[in-house]
Each structure stands twice: as C-alpha cells, then as structure tokens.
C-alpha cells in the first residue's frame, strides 16, 4: 500500500520528461543531487589532503574519516538543514559533518561556496562531454558505413527543394557526417578547453588560503595545483571572481545548440525523403503511424530529434544573458537559471543523439522508388548531353537546341498538365532529326555519368577525415541501441 501511495504520488507530480521519458540513466546520473553530493564531499577531501600535505593542522584520522563517508548521505537531514539555514552548502556541511565529528573542524577550510558549487559544474560538463562524445562517434560511424554502402547509387539532387542535377545516395550522407564531424571537434575542443575553478576564495583573490599559510604565497599556488590535478584537471583558471567566468557556460552551449542545429538538418531530411519514399527511418513491426489511418509510416524518430533539437538551439540564450548581467565578482541571479539551462542542454543531446544513432542503424533506402524518380526528371538534364552528340554527329547547335526546347516544353506540358510521365526521350527517338543519335540514347542517359565524382569524393571523405576521426572511440563503438520510448 505504502509503495502505491508512492507511486501515485510522483505520478501526481511534474517530471521532467528529458528524464523520466528520454535520456539514459548514465546522463541522467550525471546531473542527479547524488552526483552533486557526492562530488562536493570529494572536492571537501581533495582540500584537506591538499592543505594537510602542506603543513596544516590536519590529523590522517580526519582523512580517513571522511574518506569512509563520502557516499554516506542523508539527504533527509541535509534537506531540513537547507530549509533552516536557507544555504544549500553550509547545510550539507552540516550533515557531512555530523558523519564526520572528528573532520568536522577542518570541512570546507578557507574555502567558500563556490569552491564546491562552480568545481562541481566544471567536473560535471567535463563528464557530461565524456558521455556525448562516444555517442556521436558511434553516429558518424553509422552513417559512415551507411555511405560507404550507397556511395556509388544516384539519386536525385535537390537545390531549394526542386529538382537538380544528380547526387548519389552515399554522397548526401556524407554532407550530414560533415556536419557532425565539425560538431565532434567542437565538443572535444569545448571539453579540452573547460578548467578547473580551484582554490580561489570568496571573490577570487585567495586571501583566506593566504592567511591559513601564514602569508606563503607559494603555498597558495601549490594548494590551487594539487586540488586541481586531484580533481582530474590539467590546468585552472589563473583568475575567477567568486565563480569561473560565465562565459565558459556559453562555448559548451554553444557546441551543443551547434549540434542540435546538425541533428534537426540530417532529420528534416530523412523526414522529406520519407515522404518522397525514397529512405525511411526504422519502422518497428508493430508500430501504429497513426491511431485514424493505419497505412501511415510516420517518421516519429526523426520528428522528435527535430523537436528536441529545437529546445537545445536556443538554450544558448541563457548563458548569453546570465554572462551579460554579472555584475563585478558576481551575482546570484546566474544560479537558478544554469541549474535548468546547463543540465537540460546535456540531457537533450543525450537524447538526440541515443535517438539519432537507433535512426541511423535501421535506414531502409527504396532503390527502385529512387530509379523512378530520376527516370522523371533525368531527360530534362540530359538535353545538354543529346545536343552534344549530336553536333558531334554533324548538327547545327541552334537548330538542335530549339528542336529540344520545344520538345522539352510538350514532355513538361504532360508531365504538369495531364499528370503523366515524362515522355521526352519518346519524343526525341520518333523525330527523324535525332536519327543520327537514337543508338546513343540509353548511354547518354546513364544515370552513373551524372553523378560526377560523388563516389570518388565519398571514399576519399571517408578514408582521409571521417575514419582518422573515429579513431579515439573504436573500443566505443558498442551494438545497436533500442529505444525505450
């Protein structure tokens, strides 16, 4: 009875679909209070192991003690404490250090809420980036092979969504893989370049650690260092006011909506090329398109990355204005809004891209949907190739070129007028003037010369930028993924 209450409670309650209906349990962790908690307590630990090793009155029992506690969160007590003390940190202090009475002297020494706060979040994107980047290497890596499959197959090209010259299949492919390429190296490079905050006092000058250094400087920089390689980070920013630089929010957001501007492009045009039934997204045996019309095969994988992309471009609008409005060492008006902006522009990545990869490992591709397109359109584009040969064989250019607009004109009049299919290739084999190059036709209509050297330019894509890419994820790459919803 008491679990069913429970349930009906949280069904009682707003969730947040971006977790309870969507994104893996591995990034919904990341930004989980737990994470939090816990990596606070460890940025307490890696402070006193630092300030201990440099000469401070800090006993191995106080280590050790704290060591054993660092998952051993009573989230209850720290939750009343908060409700009382109206401070998130100085309440989990308090609870940290009633689990710790022997530590409870030396927790959070010098430091101020920041330390844990804004250490917290670099720690937490560093991870959140280290989650996203296996994820679109294994999309690429999809797409890949789904190009290199289809690199030589033509397929009907398209400028301002109206018939254009040929392309193939496998070289469409390859804009989206670029696309997403430049995103991979936008994340890496967002990732490599965040920092640690470190160990900077109240409003950045470090002045508290000066004093508990007795003035050592030296000692203060040392102190800066070793919680900052404790903490997995390489270098820290040589100068903060109370937080990190505001701005930093701003270039991981920013790869991010970068990424969700990729991922609602290659979407919008699998959805088009579904509707021309051309390639469509997987399509499970027993999925309902439409709950009024059975027949539909709605592409509502490809459709929910668009919408989900949508939210994710304009979550850079946050940091923008929160980086605008800090006023000198900083103001609380940025917190509220990072706690949403920065764990929802992860959350949707996560999910565009799980979504994206279960897309790209089912497209189904129509050949023969494909072929009969290009037999509609290929005569039209082949005019230039018929007047050619046919100066070649002795024509006059001008005469031939208006012999085939007016036959061009009248194809395209039944194909417009009359919904019929496009007869011009019949028209040109019944005028004698032709006869000099009907034997040539079917040649001068293969639809492998129009398309250039897409295959060509595909292999060489592939070989020479997408592979070396991938490089740092192939023990990554993993199997299929399944959607839960």
Not at 220 to 236: C, P, Q, Y
Not at 245 to 274: F, M, P, Q, W
Not at 370 to 379: G, M, V
Not at 447 to 473: M, N
Request: net charge neutral; proline share 4%.
């Amino acid at each position: 009875m008491a679990a069913a209450r429970e349930d009906q409670d949280v069904m009682a309650r707003y969730r947040s679909p971006l977790v309870s209906r969507y994104a893996t349990a591995e990034m919904a962790y990341n930004f989980s209070e737990r994470k939090k908690f816990g990596t606070w307590r460890r940025l307490w630990l890696y402070l006193a192991q630092a300030e201990k090793s440099l000469g401070l009155s800090i006993t191995d029992e106080q280590i050790r003690e704290m060591e054993a506690n660092l998952d051993n969160i009573d989230f209850k007590m720290a939750a009343e404490e908060e409700k009382k003390l109206r401070h998130d940190v100085m309440a989990h202090v308090h609870t940290f250090a009633h689990c710790c009475p022997k530590a409870a002297a030396i927790i959070h020494l010098g430091a101020t809420s920041c330390y844990v706060g804004d250490n917290t979040d670099l720690i937490v994107l560093r991870d959140g980036f280290n989650l996203l980047l296996p994820k679109l290497a294994r999309v690429i890596s999809r797409l890949a092979d789904f190009a290199e499959k289809y690199a030589d197959m033509p397929a009907l090209g398209f400028t301002h969504y109206q018939p254009a010259q040929l392309t193939t299949v496998g070289k469409r492919c390859c804009l989206w893989i670029q696309d997403l390429c430049m995103d991979l190296q936008n994340l890496e490079r967002a990732r490599d370049d965040l920092r640690f905050r470190g160990v900077k006092g109240t409003t950045g000058t470090q002045a508290s650690f000066l004093q508990l250094f007795e003035g050592d400087h030296s000692k203060v920089e040392e102190l800066d260092r070793l919680v900052t390689a404790k903490a997995g980070f390489k270098r820290a920013y040589m100068v903060t006011g109370q937080t990190y630089s505001r701005k930093v929010d701003i270039g991981v957001l920013a790869v991010l909506a970068s990424l969700g501007a990729s991922v609602h492009k290659i979407c919008t045009d699998i959805r088009l090329l579904a509707n021309l039934k051309e390639i469509e997204e997987p399509f499970e045996k027993d999925q309902i398109g439409s709950s009024a019309m059975p027949y539909k095969r709605n592409p509502m994988r490809s459709e929910r990355c668009c919408s989900l992309a949508r939210h994710l471009m304009t979550l850079v609008m946050d940091p923008l204005q929160t980086a605008a409005v800090q006023w000198f060492e900083r103001t609380l008006d940025d917190s509220a809004n990072r706690r949403v902006c920065l764990a929802e522009a992860f959350l949707t990545a996560d999910i565009i891209l799980s979504t994206l990869q279960n897309v790209s490992e089912g497209l189904v591709v129509y050949p023969k949907v494909i072929e009969r397109r290009i037999r509609q359109e290929l005569p039209f584009m082949a005019t230039e190739n018929i007047i050619m040969a046919m100066v070649k064989a002795g024509g006059n250019r001008q005469d031939c070129h208006e012999k085939i607009r007016v036959l061009s004109q009248q194809a395209a009049a039944v194909v417009k007028q009359e919904g019929g299919d496009n007869d011009f290739i019949a028209r040109v084999r019944a005028d004698p003037y032709f006869s000099p190059i009907h034997k040539q036709l079917e040649s001068l209509l293969d639809p492998s010369s129009f398309t250039g050297r897409a295959p060509q330019q595909v292999a060489k894509f592939l070989k020479e930028e997408v592979r070396p890419a991938l490089i740092p994820y192939k023990n990554e790459m993993g199997g299929k993924i399944e959607l839960a919803l």
